[in-house]
């Protein structure tokens, strides 16, 4: 069970906006940065989003990240056929269940 | 450009021990904090360990006392030597380098096979 809480399926069709959420605790989110990751199996994890809502360079301005309290979302919008991935979010985590913790993940689907 | 190539895996007998190697190109390992996360069959990513610049350390519980991270500055190089395997460690092994997340940048990873 991971330390980090993520719905296992969203799904959405071409064009729309969804919305992944991830929980968390006082230990991780509640008081370090947030990021996302884009996984296609068999390939390179993908940086989406770091300190919460930062995008690196290259990263299309239809992925967003906030967070608010112990808690965090990565919105897509405008949904792509090739936006359907596994998405993960990770935190630092202050307790002894080590220093960084991820989500359980979200298989993405566009329909 | 950072880049990272994993290479190592293989099928391995239980109790057995591997290393695991990251070359990495484009940017000096020994200036930043590199990690190991894992992926097992059908299971999400999971962070296995972390050294940072100035050498710290760090596990998660699941592999403390039976793997550890290291890196040789003048080939540039991560490793993970995984003693005590188990099949519960099957799963593909990335490297990656921390800058801003746990890991901005991510090799395509090597699968380690723990079976008899």
């Known amino acids: 069970q991971s330390v980090l809480t993520q719905p296992p399926s969203a799904s959405g069709t071409p064009g729309q906006r969804v919305t992944i959420s991830c929980s968390g605790s006082s230990s991780n989110i509640g008081s370090n940065y947030v990021s996302w990751y884009q996984h296609l199996p068999g390939t390179a994890p993908k940086l989406l989003i770091y300190r919460n809502n930062q995008r690196p360079s290259g990263v299309p301005d239809r992925f967003s990240g906030s967070k608010s309290g112990t808690s965090a979302s990565l919105a897509i919008s405008g949904l792509r056929s090739e936006d359907e991935a596994d998405y993960y979010c990770a935190a630092w985590d202050d307790s002894l269940s080590g220093p960084w913790v991820f989500g359980g993940g979200t298989k993405l689907t566009v329909l | 450009e950072a880049q990272l190539v994993e290479s190592g895996g293989g099928l391995i007998q239980p109790g057995g021990s591997l290393r695991l190697s990251c070359a990495a190109s484009g940017f000096i390992v020994s200036r930043n904090y590199m990690s190991w996360v894992r992926q097992a069959p059908g299971k999400g990513l999971e962070w296995v360990s972390v050294i940072y610049s100035g050498g710290n350390t760090y596990y998660a519980d699941s592999v403390k006392g039976r793997f550890t991270i290291s890196r040789d500055n003048s080939k540039n190089t991560l490793y993970l030597q995984m003693n005590s395997l188990r099949a519960e460690d099957t799963a593909v092994y990335y490297c990656?380098?921390?800058?801003?997340?746990?890991?901005?940048?991510w090799g395509q990873g090597t699968l380690v096979t723990v079976s008899s």
């Open positions: 990656g380098l921390g800058e801003a997340s746990i890991a901005d940048y």
